[in-house]
């Protein structure tokens, strides 16, 4: 059974308010045929004059109406009961009009396309928020991979700027020791040759 349809014992309800009717109405005809001796000819006469009494209203639907009008062919086999006995009222429907049942329908089969229009975006939406996370990972890693790198040069770097550096003052300690060296040298050569 389709369950966008709204189906009760063999009744298709275009309105979801006919539809709640109509499964309140099958509760109580369910919780009748539980609670009522059916064999019994006096049980169901008596059934059936508390439906149709004056004011009586106790269906109003298919469902309802079929099942009172199972017990009026059981009932009118009695020729005495059936002279007395009195028809199954059909109410309209109470609080409607063409024009509410027209927007109640209206609603109903947009919200059904919507339900419908959601589950398939619902599945285009999953795979777009998959990929996105896998992006997301992607990057992450990736940018994990090269921070690592990008550090190693870096440190590398350093190294080789702090290696340079002491190169560079090695150089300088070195000419200023030669210097040194050769005003120790002159001077030695100088006092020497006096």
């Known amino acids: 059974m389709d369950p966008e349809k709204n189906i009760i014992d063999g009744y298709e309800f275009e309105s979801f308010a006919a539809f709640d009717e109509a499964k309140a109405e099958a509760e109580r005809v369910a919780y009748l045929r539980a609670n009522t001796d ?3 000819e006096d049980a ?3 059934l059936y004059e508390d439906c149709t ?3 009586a209203e ?3 639907t298919p469902v309802g109406l079929g099942f009172l009008r199972e017990v009026q062919r059981r009932v009118a086999k009695d020729p005495d009961f059936k002279k007395s006995m009195k028809a199954i009222y059909v109410p309209s429907r109470r609080g409607s009009s063409e024009i509410s ?5 209206d609603l109903q089969n947009r919200y059904n396309a919507l339900k ?3 589950a398939v975006n619902g599945g285009i939406k999953n795979v777009v928020i998959l990929f ?3 992006l997301v990972i992607a990057l992450f890693v990736y940018e994990g991979m090269m921070s690592k790198k990008r550090a190693t040069s870096e440190t590398r770097e350093e190294i080789l700027n702090e290696y340079a550096g002491w190169a560079d003052e090695l150089t300088k300690k070195e000419n200023e020791l030669n210097e040194r060296e050769a005003l120790l040298n002159e001077r030695m050569n100088g006092n020497g040759q006096d």
């Open 38 to 40: 059916l064999r019994s």
């Open 116 to 118: 419908r229009r959601t």
């Open 53 to 55: 009494a004056e004011g």
């Open 44 to 46: 169901l006469k008596k």
């Open 101 to 105: 049942e027209m927007k109640i329908n």
């Open 132 to 134: 996105l996370v896998v």
């Open 58 to 60: 106790p269906f109003r």
